[in-house]
């Protein structure tokens, strides 16, 4: 393993003991599918995207869309961590009148690129922005997190066509494919097999990936960004609740709040 | 007339337009004026009002195909990169289809984009109840931080959508693509949130907005004659109300009746509503709009007719509530009949 995906390994631990600790002290919010993006946003915020921390409406940054906004407890400890905010500021998360709403809004937090919450929604947002950079000859990217569950989305295939019609190749989409949806296994529920597919087919340059490798995450956003005249598509094969064994693979922990108990459990399994 | 800036429409035959060309004409003048505008369409550029922008300004224009949410959701991102965006569309598939995109992306991130609801009320016409849009003015209403403007003429459209891009967050443009009589004119004054009194009189306000000015402007002319003296007032933008100028007609003429091109329920009559019963001085109303129920295929002016939305529907709501007036009713229906 390179240093740099070492190091990132390590940050992925710590933003993931941050998510386990906000979801403690909120008493509600989205474990499983925090966990499962952990790891590719810790890639995009580390070491993927021209970012500025310290100047958060820098315009040439490129910009990242929660599409699977329920994640944002991973978004928030990325900021944190990155120095958008103060890390103490975690520990408000959906409460009344914090920075941190239970969804992103741009408006509240900083590093914050485009408001999301009704499922489906990023990505025609990540092409608009990509359009736009076109338009204006700037060389940003946009990045844009989908959950496989929200593919069932209409919205997300007219998106779809949008970006490979207008050739974004400043779009690279990254499905967090944990094939678990809050009722339960994709799979059972509506089939979203064969998923790289129906990106190829509607004219993605597909990279198909283990989402929990850092080295594998850094070499797919490498292809993604070398890519000409196509948007890409990093199909990230990830497990849901990674890292926190009680919760790993269990639709159950889509949505379930986190206990004392169960807290110490999942933090010596993060230790 | 003439000292308000408004068009001779009672002496001369009146001139037909439709609101969507004023749209056109001031999208038309943004870009020739350098505004950085895009304008979107999803595959309705031939009857929405879109087709000569298209024509001249091709690298401000994007038809984005049959996909109104993708369309909404790309003009969001546009909008996050600094652009001033018009998107346009069905009134219904603006407001209906693509209403949880509005509200959660546009609405929510305060974003201008400008969403011009074409073809809205019964100017579908004869494509009949599936595709007249009636409900957008009230759902469109709701949404926070959302300007609601509905032209009554296609020379307010013009005025609205120029207004339009200088306004920060959203706005809903209602438009029509029926030819109805132009009312205005260049010298009509029209500011956002701003309703503007067109003919003066004692006994009742009329507040309308959006093509049915014009019948309003009738109506108040025929009752002219039988000695009803009759306010006009263009209530064009339903949402911010113009609630300073809706309470002191109500007061100042102690009866009121609403008109427009929709339903009755939540739209501009429902605003006016709202606003009289929270300022504790309600007084005889009645709605006129298409009560509870979809429309019909028809020729537009048909379709006026048949839902009671013409100067002879207005003049009998008005007698209405005259009558609720004179018996010292105070907001409180009695066996009347709907007039809509």
Redesign the interface.
């Known amino acids: 393993m390179s240093p740099t995906a070492t190091e990132l390994r390590g940050v992925a631990t710590v933003v993931r003991r941050d998510i386990l600790t906000m979801l403690l002290e909120a008493g509600s919010g989205h474990p499983g599918g925090s966990l499962s993006a952990t790891d590719i946003i810790t890639a995009l915020y580390w070491e993927v995207m021209n970012i500025r921390p310290d100047r958060p409406i820098w315009e040439e940054r490129d910009r990242f869309v929660l599409s699977k906004a329920h994640a944002a407890p991973a978004l928030y400890a990325a900021l944190a961590r990155r120095g958008y905010f103060d890390v103490r500021e975690l520990m408000t998360f959906r409460k009344l009148k914090s920075k941190l709403q239970g969804f992103p809004d741009m408006h509240k937090t900083l590093g914050i690129d485009a408001s999301v919450g009704s499922p489906g929604q990023g990505l025609s947002i990540a092409n608009g922005l990509a359009i736009a950079a076109k338009r204006d000859e700037k060389s940003f990217r946009v990045y844009c997190l989908i959950g496989d569950g929200e593919t069932q989305e209409g919205q997300i295939w007219e998106a779809a066509m949008t970006a490979a019609h207008h050739g974004l190749d400043n779009v690279c989409a990254i499905v967090d494919r944990n094939r678990m949806m809050g009722d339960g296994d994709t799979e059972k529920i509506a089939a979203l097999a064969p998923l790289g597919d129906k990106w190829r087919t509607f004219n993605w340059h597909v990279i198909e990936t283990d989402g929990h490798d850092m080295e594998q995450l850094l070499q797919a956003f490498a292809e993604a960004a070398s890519v000409k005249g196509k948007p890409s598509l990093i199909l990230a094969r990830t497990v849901k609740g990674k890292g926190v064994p009680f919760m790993e693979n269990s639709a159950e922990w889509h949505d379930r709040k986190v206990t004392e108990d169960l807290y110490e459990e999942a933090m010596q399994a993060l230790s | 007339m003439a000292e308000m800036g408004l068009a001779d429409i009672h002496h001369s035959a009146a001139k037909l337009e439709a609101t969507s060309r004023g749209y056109e004409r001031g999208l038309i003048e943004l870009a020739e004026r350098g505004f950085d505008i895009i304008v979107m369409d999803a595959d309705l550029a031939g009857s929405s009002g879109t087709g000569e922008f298209r024509k001249r300004y091709p690298n401000r224009f994007?038809d984005?195909?049959l996909?109104e949410?993708?369309m909404?959701?790309?003009?969001?991102?546009?909008?996050?990169?600094?652009?001033c965006v018009f998107v346009t569309t069905h009134g219904m598939l603006a407001a209906g289809k693509a209403w949880?995109?509005i509200?959660?992306?546009i609405c929510?991130?305060?974003l201008n984009v400008n969403i011009c609801g074409a073809d809205a009320g019964l100017s579908a016409g004869a494509a009949g109840g599936s595709r007249q849009s009636l409900e957008d003015v009230a759902v469109m209403r709701t949404l926070t931080g959302m300007t609601v403007v509905v032209p009554a003429d296609s020379m307010e459209a013009k005025k609205a959508t120029i207004a339009a891009s200088r306004l920060p967050g959203p706005v809903y443009l209602r438009l029509a693509s029926a030819r109805v009589p132009i009312v205005t004119t260049d010298l009509t004054p029209f500011t956002m949130g701003q309703a503007e009194v067109y003919r003066q009189g004692d006994d009742v306000s009329v507040l309308a907005c959006g093509v049915v000015v014009y019948e309003a402007m009738k109506a108040a002319r025929d009752l002219e004659d039988e000695g009803i003296s009759v306010r006009v007032i263009n209530c064009h933008t339903v949402k911010p109300l113009d609630r300073a100028m809706v309470s002191r007609v109500a007061v100042e003429t102690g009866a009121i009746v609403t008109v427009e091109e929709g339903a009755s329920i939540g739209g501009l009559g429902g605003a006016c509503a709202e606003a009289l019963a929270q300022v504790g001085r309600p007084v005889p109303m009645r709605i006129v709009g298409i009560e509870d129920r979809f429309g019909e295929s028809g020729e537009h002016e048909e379709l006026l007719q048949h839902f009671g939305l013409t100067s002879r529907g207005i003049a009998s709501a008005i007698r209405e509530v005259l009558a609720m007036k004179a018996n010292g009713a105070n907001g409180v229906r009695g066996e009347t009949t709907t007039s809509g």
């Open positions: 994007m984005i195909g996909c949410q993708n909404i959701g790309t003009a969001a991102g546009l909008a996050l990169a600094g652009k949880d995109i509200r959660s992306t929510y991130g305060t």
